[in-house]
């Protein structure tokens, strides 16, 4: 639906004498795996200092001190410094919902710590990681449409995307529509500037990487956007509906969860060709399209944990007894067994409903016998 073409507006350059360049393209070769990864603007989901105020009183300095921001997400913050609590809040979403969609599997989308977030697993380029990255890219377009329609944005306001052919004639265009048009462009010209500011050679794993990352951001976004839909609200004498009025609505992020944990399931194994460009490993599939996650690395183990990978392993990991799913103790302890402990849950009880309009309920303790991997 509705994808523009990038705007120049947010484009910036990036201006870096030759000496310090070939010196910097020296210092990451070396670097590369330890450093890039180490720090992302996914730590913006982590920073308290996310609000407003802090914006117009630390102003420049503010964006300089964030932490995992890449030489041109720092112009940015600059220029669009009232974003920047939205691209927080958007990675924040995406986070929770990877542990959401996630809750049950061995790799869970933990995150770490503040700076480095979701650690080391992120340097394979895994489905996993495909998946992080289109998801918090989905969140940060799903921030900032939201954003610009509840006026929260300087530089946008309600949606001006145009009237959708199929609408009846008699219905009004034209409520106040999330700004998916914007949070698109926005979010691409941010998120994706880390990896477009990367340098790398022709053909190596980095460039590679590089190449995965802005397909599965793009990838993100265009889910969101795919499952955007027109939302109408009725007026009218005493609800007669004589009236429609229609917007354009993103759908709930929930949705896009559950869109992209099936793009996940069926993302495409990728690998450089000769010429490097990013192939289909199994060439009788059909392509992946924008709209698909894709992945260069078979995932880690993530049974065990690895300091190497990053894997945390599952030792400690709540499992269910009687389940043959991925949740179950066979799958999730990886046949190292569980213990079993009695625990105390705390839950809503005899509820009871009072005219009107409200439940209220009891709290009760239960205990309830809960399996732990070994
Ligand atoms: C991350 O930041 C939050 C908020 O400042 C803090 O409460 C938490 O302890 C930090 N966690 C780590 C692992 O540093
Ligand atoms: C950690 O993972 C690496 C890479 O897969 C593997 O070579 C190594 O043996 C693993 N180490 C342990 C302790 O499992
Ligand atoms: C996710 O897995 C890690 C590592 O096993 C664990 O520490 C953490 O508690 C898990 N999170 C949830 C929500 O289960
Ligand atoms: C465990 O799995 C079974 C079978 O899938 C399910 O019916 C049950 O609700 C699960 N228990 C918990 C505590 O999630």
């Known amino acids: ?85 939205y691209i927080g809040e958007g990675a924040k979403t995406g986070i929770k919902e990877c542990q959401y969609q996630f809750r049950h ?21 895994s489905r996993e990681t495909a998946f992080t990255y289109a998801i918090s890219a989905a969140g940060v377009v799903n921030a900032v449409s939201r954003a610009c329609r509840e006026g929260d944005l300087s530089s ?37 500037a880390r990896e477009r500011e990367k340098t790398y050679q022709k053909g190596s794993y980095e460039s590679a990487r590089v190449f995965m990352n802005l397909h599965n951001n793009e990838a993100g976004r265009r889910t969101v956007s795919d499952l955007a839909h027109v939302s109408c609200k009725c007026h009218g004498v005493s609800g007669s509906c004589s009236l429609k009025t229609c917007w354009l609505q993103l759908a709930d992020f929930r949705k896009v969860g559950d869109a992209l944990k099936e793009k996940y399931d069926s993302a495409a194994s990728m690998k450089l060709n000769p010429r490097g460009k990013l192939v289909q490993v199994n060439s009788k599939f059909n392509a992946p399209t924008n709209h698909d996650l894709i992945y260069i690395d078979q995932s880690p183990d993530y049974c065990v944990s690895n300091e190497s990978t990053g894997s945390l392993g599952t030792t400690g990991r709540l499992c269910n007894k009687t389940s043959e799913g991925m ?48």
């Open 156 to 192: 946008c306001g309600c949606s001006r995307a145009a009237r959708p052919k199929d609408l009846p004639r008699d219905w009004l265009w034209g409520g106040c529509g999330d700004n998916l048009n914007y949070g698109y462009r926005f979010s691409k010209e941010f998120v994706d």
């Open 1 to 85: 639906m509705l994808l523009p073409q990038r705007l120049n507006y947010f484009a910036f350059s990036s201006v870096m004498d030759s000496r310090h360049h070939a010196l910097a393209v020296v210092f990451l070769a070396f670097f590369m795996q330890a450093v890039v990864e180490a720090s992302s603007w996914w730590s913006l989901a982590m920073n308290p200092l996310l609000i407003p105020e802090a914006y117009i009183i630390g102003a420049q300095p503010l964006c300089g001190q964030l932490v995992g921001l890449s030489q041109g997400q720092k112009k940015l913050c600059q220029l669009y410094q009232d974003h920047m609590q």
């Open 327 to 374: 949740d179950g103790c066979e799958l999730m302890c990886c046949g190292r067994g569980y213990d079993q402990y009695k625990a105390q849950v705390v839950e809503r009880c005899h509820c009871k409903f009072h005219w009107c309009c409200y439940v209220k309920c009891r709290r009760c303790t239960k205990t309830v016998d809960q399996f732990v991997c070994k």
């Open 105 to 125: 599997r061995r790799w869970n989308c933990s995150t770490v710590d503040n700076s480095s977030v979701f650690g080391r697993v992120m340097q394979i380029g």
